[in-house]
Every structure is written in C-alpha cells, then in structure tokens.
C-alpha cells in the first residue's frame, strides 16, 4: 500500500489546514491509521490516530485543535487542523498498520509551515 500525503502549506497563525492521506488501495482492512509530525533534530511524534471503526486517539497536546477522520470509501483519512501556531510547523506523515504504533506503510509526508 502506497501512502500519499497532501493538504501541507503556508498558513498564517491562527489559520486552518486539512491534510489528506490517500492510500493506493482499499483501507477497509487497514485496521489502524495515524498522523505523526517531524521537525529536524526531533524526534517523530504521533498527532493523532485512527481504528477502522472510528475510535480516535490524540496526543494530549494536539486535543481540541486537531480532528482525525477517515473515508474507507475515498481510500482517505484526514487531519484537520485549527488555531494553528508557529509551532506546528513539520513535515506531516501518515501511517497504516495492523495496530497502534504497528505501522507496515508510510508516506512521505506533506509540509506544514506557520508563519506570518
């Protein structure tokens, strides 16, 4: 399964994106999902993440600015987010895999950048 990440871009403080994660094939079977985010000399910390049956998780940091969603099917989830901060600037990655943190496929990512 190919992942492909989109939705990434400039925004000013205080504005909205929403990325997309499409994947190659059918993620009906793709029983967990998840957005992580990167910025150099960090380590990869996980966003948000989703279970076929729409169970949500958050990282505590990112609960109420952030929405995770899936469309099983469009082959899609989502990441929409809000009140966005220069910290938020990454690249965004999502992930696939049978469970929470068991990930079989990556994308490559979408950037982010916050900024006035």
């Known amino acids: 399964v190919q992942l492909v990440e989109s939705g990434g871009g400039l925004v000013h403080p205080g504005g909205s994106l929403r990325l997309s994660c499409v994947a190659s094939e059918t993620i009906t079977n793709i029983n967990f999902m998840a957005w992580y985010r990167q910025t150099p000399g960090k380590e990869r910390e996980m966003v948000a993440g989703?279970?076929?049956?729409?169970?949500?998780y958050y990282t505590d940091s990112f609960k109420g600015r952030f929405t995770i969603s899936r469309d099983n099917a469009k082959n899609t989830m989502y990441l929409q987010m809000t009140n966005l901060t220069p910290d938020d600037t990454a690249m965004y990655l999502c992930?696939?895999?049978?469970?929470?943190?068991?990930?079989?496929?990556w994308g490559q990512g979408t950037q982010v950048t916050v900024s006035s």
């Open positions: 992930a696939a895999g049978g469970g929470f943190e068991e990930y079989n496929f």
């Open positions: 989703i279970y076929g049956g729409g169970t949500t």
